[in-house]
Protein backbone atom coordinates (compact mmCIF):
# COMPACT_ATOMS: atom_id res chain seq x y z
CA UNK A 1 0.00 0.00 0.00
CA UNK A 2 3.05 2.68 0.66
CA UNK A 3 4.46 1.67 -2.20
CA UNK A 4 1.04 2.29 -4.56
CA UNK A 5 0.45 5.69 -2.63
CA UNK A 6 4.26 7.07 -3.12
CA UNK A 7 3.98 5.71 -6.81
CA UNK A 8 0.57 7.93 -7.64
CA UNK A 9 2.16 10.88 -5.78
CA UNK A 10 5.47 10.52 -8.34
CA UNK A 11 2.97 10.11 -11.24
CA UNK A 12 0.53 13.04 -9.71
CA UNK A 13 4.06 15.52 -9.79
CA UNK A 14 4.90 14.52 -13.01
CA UNK A 15 1.61 15.48 -14.30
CA UNK A 16 1.15 18.70 -12.53
CA UNK A 17 5.49 19.57 -13.70
CA UNK A 18 4.02 18.69 -17.07
CA UNK A 19 0.80 21.20 -17.32
CA UNK A 20 2.89 24.27 -16.16
CA UNK A 21 3.12 26.40 -19.31
CA UNK A 22 6.47 26.74 -21.48
CA UNK A 23 8.57 29.78 -20.96
CA UNK A 24 7.71 31.83 -23.70
CA UNK A 25 9.96 34.98 -25.35
CA UNK A 26 8.61 38.55 -24.40
CA UNK A 27 11.21 41.01 -25.71
CA UNK A 28 13.95 40.45 -28.09
CA UNK A 29 16.95 43.06 -27.61
CA UNK A 30 19.60 43.61 -29.54
CA UNK A 31 22.85 45.56 -30.28
CA UNK A 32 24.68 46.62 -33.55
CA UNK A 33 28.39 46.97 -33.21
CA UNK A 34 30.09 48.74 -36.35
CA UNK A 35 33.53 46.63 -37.29
CA UNK A 36 35.74 49.68 -37.89
CA UNK A 37 39.30 50.92 -37.44
CA UNK A 38 37.83 52.73 -34.34
CA UNK A 39 36.59 49.63 -32.70
CA UNK A 40 38.68 48.52 -29.89
CA UNK A 41 41.21 46.07 -30.53
CA UNK A 42 41.22 43.30 -28.10
CA UNK A 43 45.18 42.57 -27.93
CA UNK A 44 44.68 39.19 -25.91
CA UNK A 45 42.62 37.76 -28.94
CA UNK A 46 45.05 38.96 -31.57
CA UNK A 47 47.95 37.48 -29.72
CA UNK A 48 46.02 34.39 -29.54
CA UNK A 49 45.26 34.31 -33.16
CA UNK A 50 48.82 35.21 -34.01
CA UNK A 51 50.64 32.07 -34.58
CA UNK A 52 47.86 30.67 -36.62
CA UNK A 53 47.39 33.48 -38.82
CA UNK A 54 51.24 33.50 -39.59
CA UNK A 55 50.97 29.84 -40.44
CA UNK A 56 47.43 30.23 -42.73
CA UNK A 57 49.49 32.89 -44.31
CA UNK A 58 52.14 31.24 -45.37
CA UNK A 59 50.05 28.31 -46.75
CA UNK A 60 47.57 30.89 -48.85
CA UNK A 61 51.00 32.66 -49.84
CA UNK A 62 52.80 29.61 -51.58
CA UNK A 63 53.69 30.19 -54.69
CA UNK A 64 52.40 27.36 -57.42
CA UNK A 65 52.72 28.72 -60.88
CA UNK A 66 52.93 31.29 -63.24
CA UNK A 67 50.57 33.07 -65.54
CA UNK A 68 51.73 35.20 -68.49
CA UNK A 69 48.62 36.42 -69.80
CA UNK A 70 46.33 35.96 -66.83
CA UNK A 71 42.91 33.74 -67.17
CA UNK A 72 39.36 34.83 -67.27
CA UNK A 73 36.03 33.68 -67.02
CA UNK A 74 33.50 34.15 -69.83
CA UNK A 75 31.04 32.44 -72.14
CA UNK A 76 30.65 30.24 -73.45
CA UNK A 77 34.34 29.60 -73.12
CA UNK A 78 37.28 30.86 -71.18
CA UNK A 79 40.53 30.66 -70.48
CA UNK A 80 40.55 29.94 -67.06
CA UNK A 81 36.82 27.35 -67.59
CA UNK A 82 39.77 25.51 -69.57
CA UNK A 83 42.37 25.56 -67.04
CA UNK A 84 39.61 23.81 -64.52
CA UNK A 85 38.16 21.28 -66.66
CA UNK A 86 41.37 20.57 -68.11
CA UNK A 87 42.59 20.03 -64.03
CA UNK A 88 39.27 17.96 -63.52
CA UNK A 89 40.03 15.50 -66.41
CA UNK A 90 43.70 15.03 -65.98
CA UNK A 91 43.16 14.98 -61.74
CA UNK A 92 40.16 12.45 -62.64
CA UNK A 93 42.36 10.19 -64.63
CA UNK A 94 44.66 10.24 -62.19
CA UNK A 95 43.01 9.23 -58.55
CA UNK A 96 40.54 6.63 -60.54
CA UNK A 97 42.88 5.53 -62.84
CA UNK A 98 40.85 5.18 -65.82
CA UNK A 99 40.12 6.87 -68.96
CA UNK A 100 37.76 10.08 -68.51
CA UNK A 101 35.72 10.86 -71.88
CA UNK A 102 34.75 14.10 -70.63
CA UNK A 103 34.59 16.64 -67.38
CA UNK A 104 32.58 19.41 -66.81
CA UNK A 105 32.58 22.73 -64.22
CA UNK A 106 29.39 24.44 -63.82
CA UNK A 107 30.02 28.29 -64.81
CA UNK A 108 28.49 29.68 -61.98
CA UNK A 109 30.86 27.54 -59.86
CA UNK A 110 34.09 29.70 -61.38
CA UNK A 111 34.27 32.26 -58.28
CA UNK A 112 37.32 34.36 -59.30
CA UNK A 113 39.92 34.60 -61.82
CA UNK A 114 43.98 33.99 -62.25
CA UNK A 115 45.87 37.39 -62.50
CA UNK A 116 48.64 37.44 -64.96
CA UNK A 117 51.91 36.66 -62.64
CA UNK A 118 52.28 34.29 -59.96
CA UNK A 119 49.80 32.02 -59.18
CA UNK A 120 49.84 31.07 -55.17
CA UNK A 121 47.11 28.48 -53.21
CA UNK A 122 45.01 31.81 -52.30
CA UNK A 123 44.12 32.28 -55.51
CA UNK A 124 43.25 28.66 -55.89
CA UNK A 125 40.86 29.13 -52.80
CA UNK A 126 39.69 32.27 -53.86
CA UNK A 127 38.46 30.73 -57.18
CA UNK A 128 37.29 27.35 -55.64
CA UNK A 129 35.78 27.92 -52.34
CA UNK A 130 33.67 25.44 -52.31
CA UNK A 131 34.08 21.75 -50.72
CA UNK A 132 33.09 20.11 -53.95
CA UNK A 133 34.56 16.56 -54.78
CA UNK A 134 35.34 15.17 -57.81
CA UNK A 135 33.19 12.21 -58.86
CA UNK A 136 32.62 9.85 -61.92
CA UNK A 137 29.40 9.12 -63.20
CA UNK A 138 28.53 6.32 -66.15
CA UNK A 139 26.32 8.40 -68.39
CA UNK A 140 23.76 6.69 -71.78
CA UNK A 141 24.15 9.01 -75.05
CA UNK A 142 20.56 10.26 -73.90
CA UNK A 143 21.29 11.30 -70.54
CA UNK A 144 24.77 13.23 -71.58
CA UNK A 145 22.39 14.64 -74.56
CA UNK A 146 20.21 16.38 -71.73
CA UNK A 147 23.12 17.16 -69.87
CA UNK A 148 24.94 19.07 -73.29
CA UNK A 149 21.67 20.72 -73.91
CA UNK A 150 21.23 22.25 -70.24
CA UNK A 151 25.07 23.66 -70.48
CA UNK A 152 23.87 24.98 -74.11
CA UNK A 153 20.65 26.62 -72.55
CA UNK A 154 23.19 28.31 -70.03
CA UNK A 155 25.36 29.74 -72.44
CA UNK A 156 28.06 27.62 -72.21
CA UNK A 157 30.15 25.80 -68.81
CA UNK A 158 33.79 25.13 -69.01
CA UNK A 159 34.33 21.59 -70.47
CA UNK A 160 37.22 19.03 -71.72
CA UNK A 161 36.96 16.56 -74.13
CA UNK A 162 34.05 17.49 -76.06
CA UNK A 163 33.57 20.28 -78.58
CA UNK A 164 30.13 21.38 -79.70
CA UNK A 165 27.95 24.36 -80.57
CA UNK A 166 25.07 25.92 -79.19
CA UNK A 167 22.16 26.71 -82.03
CA UNK A 168 19.01 27.88 -80.47
CA UNK A 169 19.89 27.19 -77.08
CA UNK A 170 20.62 23.40 -78.06
CA UNK A 171 24.20 21.66 -77.89
CA UNK A 172 25.12 20.40 -81.86
CA UNK A 173 27.76 18.95 -83.95
CA UNK A 174 29.02 17.27 -80.66
CA UNK A 175 32.51 15.18 -80.57
CA UNK A 176 33.73 13.58 -77.62
CA UNK A 177 37.47 13.29 -77.56
CA UNK A 178 37.55 13.85 -81.48
CA UNK A 179 34.84 11.31 -82.03
CA UNK A 180 31.04 11.88 -83.24
CA UNK A 181 28.48 12.13 -80.19
CA UNK A 182 27.39 8.20 -80.08
CA UNK A 183 23.16 8.38 -78.53
CA UNK A 184 24.23 4.67 -78.07
CA UNK A 185 27.02 4.88 -76.35
CA UNK A 186 28.07 5.05 -72.66
CA UNK A 187 30.53 7.90 -71.16
CA UNK A 188 32.38 8.12 -68.31
CA UNK A 189 32.27 11.80 -67.23
CA UNK A 190 33.99 13.73 -64.32
CA UNK A 191 31.64 16.39 -62.64
CA UNK A 192 31.45 17.97 -58.91
CA UNK A 193 29.70 15.92 -56.32
CA UNK A 194 27.41 19.19 -56.56
CA UNK A 195 26.53 18.85 -60.17
CA UNK A 196 26.05 15.39 -60.30
CA UNK A 197 23.48 15.44 -57.07
CA UNK A 198 21.16 18.02 -59.47
CA UNK A 199 23.03 21.36 -58.51
CA UNK A 200 22.80 24.15 -61.32
CA UNK A 201 19.26 22.40 -62.15
CA UNK A 202 20.96 18.86 -63.69
CA UNK A 203 18.14 16.72 -62.69
CA UNK A 204 18.64 14.61 -65.08
CA UNK A 205 22.23 13.31 -63.34
CA UNK A 206 20.70 13.04 -59.74
CA UNK A 207 20.52 9.27 -58.72
CA UNK A 208 23.07 7.91 -61.38
CA UNK A 209 25.72 6.09 -59.16
CA UNK A 210 28.93 7.74 -58.48
CA UNK A 211 32.73 6.72 -58.22
CA UNK A 212 33.92 8.83 -55.10
CA UNK A 213 37.52 9.45 -53.94
CA UNK A 214 37.40 11.74 -51.98
CA UNK A 215 39.27 14.22 -53.94
CA UNK A 216 38.20 17.58 -53.77
CA UNK A 217 38.30 20.06 -57.37
CA UNK A 218 40.06 22.59 -55.40
CA UNK A 219 42.95 20.01 -54.77
CA UNK A 220 42.74 18.73 -58.15
CA UNK A 221 43.48 22.52 -59.08
CA UNK A 222 46.33 23.03 -56.69
CA UNK A 223 47.93 19.59 -58.06
CA UNK A 224 47.16 20.23 -61.65
CA UNK A 225 49.39 23.80 -61.73
CA UNK A 226 52.13 22.37 -59.33
CA UNK A 227 52.02 19.61 -62.09
CA UNK A 228 52.69 22.01 -64.92
CA UNK A 229 55.11 24.02 -62.87
CA UNK A 230 57.14 21.14 -62.17
CA UNK A 231 57.37 20.34 -66.21
CA UNK A 232 57.91 24.14 -66.76
CA UNK A 233 54.43 25.19 -68.21
CA UNK A 234 52.43 28.07 -67.12
CA UNK A 235 49.00 27.46 -65.67
CA UNK A 236 48.07 29.35 -69.20
CA UNK A 237 45.02 28.01 -71.04
CA UNK A 238 44.00 28.79 -74.60
CA UNK A 239 40.49 29.27 -76.28
CA UNK A 240 40.47 26.51 -78.35
CA UNK A 241 36.54 26.90 -79.69
CA UNK A 242 35.59 23.96 -77.80
CA UNK A 243 32.21 25.76 -77.29
CA UNK A 244 31.06 28.05 -79.82
CA UNK A 245 27.74 29.71 -80.24
CA UNK A 246 26.58 29.74 -83.74
CA UNK A 247 23.28 31.85 -83.35
Known amino acids: ?13 IFLLSCKPLPQTAVVEYKDYQISKEAPVDSAFIRFLAPYGSVM ?6 VIGFSTE ?13 FMADAMIQQAEKHFNQKVD ?5 YGGVRSYIPK ?3 TVGMIFELMPFDNLIVLQKLTGKVLMQLLDKIAADGGWPVSGITMEIKDKKATHIMVNGQAFNSSATYIIA ?3 YVANG ?3 C ?8 MNKGILLRDALIDYASWLTANGKSVDAKIENRTTNVN
Open 1 to 13: MIFYIRSCFIIAF
Open 70 to 82: GLSKKQPESSIGN
Open 199 to 201: GSD
Open 203 to 210: SMLKGIAQ
Open 191 to 193: NSD
Open 102 to 106: AAFVN
Open 117 to 119: GKL
Open 57 to 62: KASMGK
